[in-house]
């Protein structure tokens, strides 16, 4: 079983940064999703257990950076230039495969979110 728990949510202005971590065991394949009030899930990234492939959707593309520090145990998602469309709440998931997704449905297990407010 792989517990997941977020941290490193808040309340930011347009153009700032924000840190999230995910506790994570194991090596596997992660990913971070959002989703808002009447959406569907959305992907936002992910990086294999290697760490040697990352995938990002376009929305986010050359602004966020998934990582991994396996000392820690931790998965990141680094948020810069944040934007008032990147407010939701922000799920990491990991997937049994060394392969990344960019479907939730291909995702094992998840935390429980943090809320990101970016404030125009």
């Known amino acids: 079983q792989v517990q997941l728990k977020e941290s490193g949510g808040g309340l930011v202005q347009a153009g700032g940064s924000l840190r999230l971590s995910c506790a994570a065991s194991?090596?596997?394949?992660m990913g971070w999703f959002r989703q808002t009030p009447g959406k569907e899930r959305e992907f936002v990234a992910a990086?294999?257990?290697?760490?040697?492939?990352?995938h990002y959707a376009d929305s986010v593309r050359g602004r966020f950076t998934i990582s991994r520090d396996n000392a820690k145990n931790t998965v990141y998602l680094q948020m810069n230039s944040l934007k008032p469309e990147d407010t939701a709440v922000y799920y990491c998931?990991?997937?049994?495969?060394?392969?990344?997704?960019?479907?939730?449905?291909?995702?094992?297990?998840w935390g429980q979110g943090t809320q990101v407010t970016v404030s125009s």
């Open positions: 998931a990991a997937r049994n495969s060394i392969f990344t997704s960019t479907s939730a449905s291909a995702y094992n297990y």
């Open positions: 194991g090596r596997t394949t």
């Open positions: 990086l294999s257990g290697s760490s040697d492939n990352a």
